[in-house]
């Protein structure tokens, strides 16, 4: 089913509102031990801007991965320029004219903005790079949107929002896409900058290109968006015309029915222990403001929020990672300030990190020795280990969390994410701390390992200690919390308690949308 | 795991001695009086030395940084202590050889301590900061001796240079150098300080949230580094009975090599004493197989080139290895669970 080779290639970029873009059919994706998507269509025309929408893991991720090329999808077919392929290498879809931004702006930081903003396609003459002819255009594309950017400066010196900015203006005018995918790279931008990007938008859809934008607020979606798909569950729920929904309309077919079919948590009993934690009007400037709450021993508390919301910020400042700037912090009812998290550590708060290998890992170690590296003052006698005692409770451990492996002597980084995931709580639990701090601790993991993860939390970690999880999505904490505290910018808008959890209803407070 | 895969990886992990004994045999067999007991004694007093350094430069990859200024410590060390007590301040307590011996360990462990706190707490990079402090330390020493001291006080030379009948002649160097690679063996292994010290290595960040004082464990491979080439410094002028400015001249890049072949990563996290210890020994007994077969002096360093090459080559193959065997493994147990079902 290719096209007649006859048909005249399309020059990307051409202007032919109304006409398709991108048309994918039947998509499926299966990953070991999950379906990620499950026969997905999307049609994404030229000259309309094209939302998608979805809670966290309802596929938008893979589904994007497809659109660009990234991910091999298992089965179905992807049409763009009047040709269907089973699948699309990324130096297809770029040949194809479709290009993507990400949230994280990856940019050369020591070289100037125009030059970053030429990489790769840079102007020359004679086989040298025109360097004025390129600081020339470089010039006219921020000028022509507003920013207040020198096209000489060093690129480095932006913010995280202006380098988003300059990426996305790099992918739509001078890789000049066809199709542009902008996978929640309004996350970084400030509100003007969110301006910039509108206009942008704006512009390209006059020019006739397609864009697809992905994003977890609803209003944004709803303001810049002709249509929108929505996704659950890996499967397409529906498309709709912008005008034809609203914030609730849309907020309950991104929610669905709201119904977990299997719980972890077995009982619903309140916790029982007395106050161990109270936080009261902790605040880092720009991250998050006031924030005032109270953990009791045997207490999980949920911190719900989207991303940038600070509700990691939140957690790194107890555990003294990013002290706060003000407020007061009581552990036991003295009044601590971490400035360290070896401080934390000692006084009973353990951290787990969200970036697992970033932070959470020591990947050339074997598991036995990333578990006891928290621990190891208390295996020790004046400052030597005492071997046995360590691999009787690393092998403790090890079958409390139930990690994959042949053996203890595995080093880490030969294990899988979800098996990563359980060496990282691991090794928390047997430093045996007071207040767990717990920063997204299903992140990447497939289901069954989530499913063990959040059974762990429940019956084997809460115990006499209080535990404080944050999740992107609603459900994990839904299954397993006592409280939920919805953030909204950086401020505390709701603690709503484990008899009042409704998914719809909290999935408006992250919004914003108040009641 | 099957223990007949845990002997292949355990072998695999020390091929350092593998290889060396591999080595020992071929040259037992082919180079002339190679195996004999005084020339063992003479390769083994020939390592001590370099040795040293071996374990510095080791020391500090493993925490992922690197330092460059371990043979001009190595001079100036001893340099500067021997020419405080012979010519600034003669007959003052500086002349006690005890005295002295303390503090060529303490200028070792200062300049160390310089370059940790450079690198750890300023931010600088591990390269330029040890490359200037290297020059710095070469120049000054070149300035400051100009022609070599000689003779040292007797307890001074005693470790670089005295030798126990009663063991066949074994130098006491030898004696030193096992006794500080035993010393590091069991404080890399059994203290909590070298698994801090190594999780560092492995990954800075990470250890950090742990809750590791990883600035102090950068700091504190640099003092080790400094007091180990120090001891090398001891050993050199010992052996030599007196100190000049061309002591250890070169020799940092050869410590990087015995570390490699011990099996040290550069990206730090990984390395074991004896590994180091089995790198330097290796490095030694090539060049001494070399001196015995007549090879001219000036192939010798072409030679020492294209052994590390090998290594690094083996290692490779090592690295490959071990992924395949632990990949059949996972393979052999996943039939199992197939069939299970």
């Known amino acids: 089913m290719t096209a007649p080779a006859t048909e005249t290639m399309n020059t990307p970029g051409a202007g032919r509102a109304g006409e398709s873009a991108l048309r994918l059919r039947g998509i499926t994706k299966i990953y070991p031990g999950t379906v990620a998507l499950e026969d997905v269509a999307l049609d994404v025309r030229y000259g309309e801007v094209h939302g998608l929408m979805g809670k966290n893991g309802a596929g938008k991720s893979t589904l994007v991965g497809v659109l660009a090329g990234l991910i091999e999808p298992t089965s179905g077919t992807i049409a763009v320029g009047g040709r269907d392929y089973p699948r699309l290498t990324r130096m297809q879809a770029k040949r194809e004219g479709i290009a993507i931004v990400t949230q994280e702006p990856e940019i050369i930081l020591d070289i100037t903005v125009a030059e970053n903003l030429f990489l790769g396609d840079f102007p020359t003459r004679g086989g040298f790079v025109d360097r004025p002819e390129m600081f020339e255009r470089a010039r006219e594309l921020l000028d022509r949107f507003g920013l207040d950017i020198g096209a000489e400066f060093r690129a480095g010196d932006l913010s995280l929002s202006e380098r988003q900015l300059l990426l996305i203006i790099k992918a739509c005018y001078v890789e000049d896409a066809s199709v542009v995918i902008l996978d929640e790279s309004s996350a970084p931008l400030t509100r003007k900058d969110a301006q910039i990007l509108r206009r942008i938008v704006g512009d390209l859809r006059d020019a006739g290109k397609a864009i697809v934008v992905i994003s977890h607020s609803v209003d944004e979606l709803l303001d810049v968006c002709d249509r929108l798909t929505v996704l659950r569950d890996g499967r397409t729920i529906a498309t709709r015309r912008a005008s034809d929904l609203d914030r609730r309309t849309l907020s309950e077919l991104i929610v669905g029915d709201g119904f977990t079919a299997c719980r972890t948590r077995s009982d619903e009993s309140a916790p029982p222990g007395g106050e161990l934690l109270a936080v009261e009007n902790l605040t880092r400037w720009g991250a998050f403001e006031g924030v005032s709450f109270t953990l009791r021993r045997g207490e999980i508390l949920g911190i719900a929020g989207l991303r940038g919301s600070g509700r990691t910020e939140i957690l790194k400042a107890i555990a003294g990672i990013e002290p706060a700037d003000a407020g007061t912090i009581e552990l036991r009812g003295r009044a601590c300030a971490f400035r360290r998290p070896s401080e934390a550590l000692k006084e009973g708060v353990a951290y787990l990190p969200e970036e697992r290998e970033a932070e959470g890992l020591i990947g050339i170690f074997s598991i036995r020795d990333n578990l006891i590296l928290n621990s190891l003052a208390q295996f020790a006698r004046s400052g030597f280990i005492r071997g046995g005692e360590c691999d009787r409770r690393a092998a403790e451990t090890f079958g409390a969390v139930q990690i994959r492996a042949f053996s203890l002597e595995q080093a880490v980084e030969e294990l899988s994410g979800g098996n990563r995931q359980k060496v990282v709580i691991g090794r928390i639990m047997t430093a045996g701390p007071d207040v767990y701090l717990l920063d997204e601790p299903t992140r990447g993991v497939d289901i069954g390992a989530k499913k063990g993860i959040l059974s762990l939390i429940c019956e084997k970690i809460r115990g006499n200690a209080g535990v404080i999880i944050t999740s992107p999505g609603l459900d994990d904490l839904i299954d397993i919390c006592d409280r939920i505290l919805v953030l909204c910018g950086g401020r505390i808008a709701k603690s709503v308690a484990r008899a009042d959890f409704d998914e719809k209803a909290l999935f408006m407070d992250i919004q914003g949308f108040g009641q | ?341």
């Open chain 2, 1 to 341: 795991m099957s223990n007949d895969l845990k002997i292949k990886l355990t072998l695999l992990d020390n091929i350092i001695w593998i290889m060396l004994l591999f080595f020992f045999a071929v040259c037992a067999a082919f180079v002339p009086a190679f195996a004999s007991w005084n020339n063992i004694v003479n390769i083994l007093y020939h390592t001590t030395i370099m040795s040293m350094l071996v374990l510095a430069q080791g020391f500090v990859l493993m925490s992922g940084k690197f330092d460059l200024s371990i043979d001009a410590i190595l001079a100036f060390a001893p340099g500067l202590v021997i020419l405080a007590g012979t010519k600034w301040l003669p007959g003052t307590i500086l002349s006690n050889p005890f005295v002295a011996i303390a503090l060529t360990l303490a200028v070792g462990a200062l300049l160390g301590l310089f370059n940790g706190v450079c690198v750890s707490r300023l931010g600088m990079n591990a390269f330029m900061q040890t490359l200037s402090v290297s020059i710095i330390l070469r120049g000054l020493t070149l300035f400051l001796i100009p022609l070599a001291i000689f003779p040292l006080d007797p307890v001074y030379s005693f470790i670089g240079k005295a030798r126990f009948a009663a063991v066949g002649n074994m130098p006491a160097a030898v004696f030193v150098t096992f006794g500080v690679y035993l010393f590091f063996h069991i404080v890399l292994k059994h203290t909590v300080f070298g698994r801090n010290y190594l999780a560092t290595g492995g990954n800075e960040r990470a250890s950090y949230v742990a809750g590791i004082d990883t600035r102090r464990m950068i700091v504190m491979g640099f003092v080790i580094a400094g007091a180990l080439s120090a001891v090398a410094g001891l050993l050199t002028a010992g052996r030599q009975d007196s100190v000049s400015n061309t002591m250890g001249s070169g020799m940092t890049m050869l410590a990087f090599a015995g570390a490699l072949l011990g099996g040290t990563s550069m990206s730090g996290g990984k390395g074991s004493s004896f590994g180091m210890l089995g790198g330097a020994i290796l490095l030694g007994m090539f060049s001494n197989a070399l001196n015995l077969l007549g090879v001219q002096v000036t192939l010798v360093h072409a030679a020492q080139g294209t052994l590390i090459f090998l290594a690094i080559l083996i290692d490779r193959f090592r690295i490959q290895l071990r992924g395949a065997l632990l990949r059949k493994e996972q393979l052999k147990k996943l039939h199992h669970a197939g069939g299970a079902h």
